[in-house]
């Protein structure tokens, strides 16, 4: 059984930065890519950021620039650093992974809140 627990969440002012982080537990042998997606209220999940197992990248285009994902394949975890952020950043933030079984799997989520 795969699990993901993610953490960083918080209220930051427009402006900060956050790091997210998402261990994951159980067989990471299949796992093909590993992303972050957010969702807004009101708003559809979309994804943010994801990174393939040869450490290919992809970005939203709205974090270009200010959005770096990242992995560690010893510590099983997949981190989610965030710049120069705004109001519209404000969503709760899931980790994904993917396998080569065509399988999804997804974390509580965290909420980011970007606010003065």
């Known amino acids: 059984q795969v699990q993901l627990v993610e953490s960083g969440g918080g209220l930051v002012q427009p402006g900060g930065s956050l790091r997210l982080s998402c261990v994951v537990s159980?067989?990471?042998?299949?796992?093909?890519?590993m992303g972050w997606y957010r969702q807004a209220p009101g708003k559809e999940r979309e994804l943010v950021a994801r990174?393939?197992?040869?450490?290919?990248?992809a970005y939203v285009d709205s974090v270009k620039g200010r959005c770096t994902i990242s992995k560690d394949n010893a510590k099983n975890m997949v981190y989610l650093q965030i710049n120069s952020l705004k109001p519209e950043d404000t969503a709760v933030y899931y980790c994904?992974?993917?396998?080569?079984?065509?399988?999804?799997?997804w974390g509580q989520g965290t909420q980011v809140t970007v606010s003065s």
């Open positions: 159980g067989s990471m042998f299949s796992i093909t890519a």
């Open positions: 990174i393939t197992n040869s450490g290919r990248t």
């Open positions: 994904n992974i993917e396998n080569i079984y065509g399988s999804t799997y």
